[in-house]
């Protein structure tokens, strides 16, 4: 478990690597600092660590993994986050709910933009008037989109942002609405302040809007050799194609225009192609997704699983213990990683992810019924229950803890090879009934109990009335 200072230096680095741009190392290090938080019970910063981390998730395109974070985290809004965190969040909520279909979210979009400039958040405005004009522009609403535009310029034009998403989100969707509105001299005034500023090199992950731009650009110009080429550049820059439909739509009216008949019959069956994999005869498959992971099995589901090892979590494991549940014939073992923090303290805590990635994939398939649960309890502490009487499961125990040293793991950076070793603890009832509680006591006493026996070894207690 990292310190409270070493949580506030990873999350300060996290921010580091937001403004550079960098979201995969941000992403990384804010995904330890969420762990951390939520262990140390600091539940402001694993609220405010969560609310940038969906910052991360919007500037990426990435809206399909919105909904368990957003649902994840809403507990915590109302008492740990600030003012502005709150808006931030409700704002990802609205676009969450734009690109889903879900209520009226242009409705929210506008007022959430009247009430960033009554709350006089500066940033949020920008943000929630970028969100807006991304909606004017996708409704067809050009004219409305320009006098936001015009609204937001001189603004943008005299305010420095620490984040270059913000300006150049603000010049991307500009430059598409005057281009929309066929005042080709102001959308391309917008492409060349994107380029003075360098903010398709700041921001590389948005770096596909700019070489759409340029390619309308050179397209209005009649050089379509350079026009296909940035546009496919930035087709190819889009993961998820679906989320460049509008810009595509555009792309073909513009060679439409240009009597390019064979290359809009090309680009055409791209489009035909990306909405197949979306949509079905009677609605999109993404909204029909949308509302399967709004069933209650699979948002259980989704907040009981661990992010960084993907087994189950440990709100999976108090909820189990909520119900208070007494249980017969059952079998719990907890393990760690022995000398966990020395990999730590020698390699860094993102080796120390791989690691415990590692573990909890090499422990779940060993697990051959689907009624056995690996948790991740906290930091490399793990806990595996199977309701089963000890004498069934032990072998198959005693081979797990065997198999992890065998297995190397090794280090992607350097291949450098390491054998890990876990000590671990069993507890157990035959007919006598207990709940989850009191077995997990005994399986942390058996634990304890191996390492100081030397450790990498497995400890055996059998649960009574009288050792709890």
């Known amino acids: 478990m990292l310190t409270l200072e070493q949580q506030q230096n990873y999350y300060d680095r996290a921010q580091q690597f937001l403004l550079a741009g960098d979201y995969k190392q941000a992403e990384e290090w804010l995904q330890i600092v969420i762990t951390s938080a939520f262990q140390h019970e600091d539940y402001p910063t694993y609220t405010a660590a969560n609310i940038t981390l969906l910052r991360i998730l919007i500037n990426s395109i990435r809206y399909d993994e919105l909904f368990p974070i957003l649902e994840g985290v809403s507990p915590y809004i109302s008492r740990y986050a600030t003012d502005a965190e709150e808006f931030s969040y409700r704002s990802t909520r609205a676009v969450f709910h734009y690109t889903a279909g879900i209520g009226t979210p242009f409705e929210d979009l506008e007022q959430l933009y009247k009430e960033s400039k009554e709350k006089h958040f500066f940033t949020q405005i920008f943000s929630t008037g970028n969100n807006l004009l991304h909606a004017y522009y996708e409704k067809g609403d050009f004219e409305k989109g320009i006098v936001l535009a015009n609204e937001l310029k001189t603004l943008v034009d005299h305010s420095k942002f620490p ?26 005034v917008n492409l060349l302040v994107i380029e003075e500023q360098n903010f398709h090199i700041k921001v590389p992950t948005l770096e596909s809007h700019y070489w759409f731009c340029k390619a309308l650009v050179e397209a209005q110009h ?105 249980y017969m014939n059952y079998t719990v073992a907890f393990f760690d990683i022995d000398k966990f923090k020395a990999i730590n303290d020698k390699y860094g805590h993102l080796i120390g992810d791989q690691a415990l990635k590692f573990i909890a994939s090499h422990v779940v398939k060993q697990l051959p019924k689907r009624d056995m649960d690996l948790i991740r309890y906290g930091g490399d502490e793990f ?86």
Do not use: C
Request: avoid cysteine.
């Open 163 to 188: 984040d270059p998403v913000i300006p150049f989100v603000y010049y991307v969707n500009s430059f598409k609405l005057y281009y929309r509105m066929g005042n080709f001299r102001k959308a391309e």
């Open 383 to 468: 806990i595996l229950l199977f309701p089963y009487h000890k004498d069934q499961v032990h072998d198959l125990i005693v081979s797990i803890h065997e198999s992890i040293p065998k297995k190397e793991f090794i280090i992607r950076e350097t291949n450098e090879k390491i054998n890990l070793q876990v000590s671990l603890g069993i507890s157990y009832t035959n007919e006598e009934p207990a709940t989850l509680k009191e077995l997990f006591k005994e399986a942390d006493k058996a634990l304890y109990k191996a390492k100081e026996n030397g450790r990498n070894q497995i400890q055996v207690l059998k649960y009574t009335k009288h050792s709890s």
């Open 222 to 326: 009649g050089t379509f050799k350079t026009a296909y080429h940035y546009f496919d550049k930035a087709l190819n820059l889009m993961e998820n194609k679906y989320y460049f439909l509008s810009e595509l739509e555009l792309w073909i009216q513009v060679l439409n225009l240009k009597d390019k008949v064979a290359d809009v019959i090309y680009y055409q069956k791209i489009m035909i192609n990306t909405l197949r994999d979306y949509v079905n005869i009677e609605e999109s498959l993404r909204r029909t997704k949308i509302i399967e992971q709004m069933t209650t099995a699979n948002l259980e589901e989704r907040l009981h699983t661990d992010r960084l090892t993907n087994v189950k979590n440990r709100a999976f494991y108090e909820d189990k213990l909520l119900k208070n549940r007494l």
